[in-house]
């Protein structure tokens, strides 16, 4: 797979996007906002100091517990919303056989797939600065550590939109990814240690949550920003790289098998 041509592949959807940046002006600069205002400030000014020290993860304030963990999962909900119905259209022809078109270049299915990805993950960069920018803002980053938190909120973009683009490319039916978003995205926004700790659900739920790349995410960035790193920093780092990997295999099978000609 050539590197120029992964980037050849990613410029098409970088020329699209100069034409339709305006409506991800809201989900980029605005939700980050809102989202930290609303939970971190409005629901933090709820909260006494023996509810926020029962949260651990040395956060001072619920702001400094939710912030970095937003950070993660919104950038995790930005990729997945870019992995399912662009994906799923460009594979399926809804939108002008923009895959099948690449492939009649130079391009091959790897590099269609890596492309696309790069594309997401430029888009979940540019989210993730912007939220990071509301944190130091909001005086919740003060870790020399804590600009790194950007660079795993990326992974998390990334080790959630390859499988996704995967389930995206594999399925026929637009419900398919409605479904996705609803009961696999959503609740992993609501249930990965975002807004309160993982320890404190039931045994078999903290396994399950634990087996996906957001709750790992949330609390390394938790850690960077807050400056509270330990010994299990490594895992929370394998364990998204692993579903990049992973994800990013089983899509490349996919496109194989739905691009051959």
């Known amino acids: 797979m050539a590197g120029a041509n ?27 906002l809102l989202y930290l205002s609303a939970m971190g400030v409005g629901v933090g000014s709820r909260l006494d100091d023996g509810a926020v020290a029962a949260l651990g993860g040395g956060s001072p304030d619920y702001l400094s517990f939710v912030g970095p963990g937003l950070l993660a999962a919104v950038s995790m909900q930005t990729a997945a919303i870019m992995a399912t119905y662009p994906v799923h259209g460009a594979i399926s022809g809804r939108q002008g056989n923009i895959y099948q078109s690449m492939l009649h270049s130079p391009l091959g299915t790897a590099e269609v797939c890596a492309g696309h990805l790069l594309f997401i993950g430029l888009q979940v960069f540019l989210t993730a600065t912007v939220f990071f920018g509301y944190l130091v803002a909001f005086g919740v980053a003060t870790s020399l550590w804590a600009p790194f938190a950007i660079l795993i909120a990326l992974l998390t973009g990334l080790a959630c939109a390859a499988p996704v683009a995967a389930f995206s490319a594999w399925t026929g039916k637009d419900a398919s990814l409605t479904v996705v978003l609803r009961f696999a995205i959503l609740p992993a926004f609501l249930f990965s240690g975002t807004f309160y700790p993982v320890h404190l659900m039931p045994e078999p739920l903290q396994w399950l949550v634990m087996a996906g790349p957001l709750a790992h995410s949330t609390e390394l960035c938790r850690a960077l920003v807050t400056g509270t790193i330990t010994g299990s920093a490594l895992l929370h780092l394998i364990v998204p790289a692993a579903w990049l990997v992973i994800g990013f295999a089983m899509a490349c099978r996919v496109y194989r098998r739905r691009l051959a000609v």
């Not at 990613?10 to 600069?29: A, D, I, P």
């Open 6 to 32: 992964v980037l050849r592949s990613c410029e098409h959807w970088v020329v699209q996007y100069q034409r339709t940046w305006r409506g991800t002006l809201v989900s980029s600069f605005l939700m980050p």
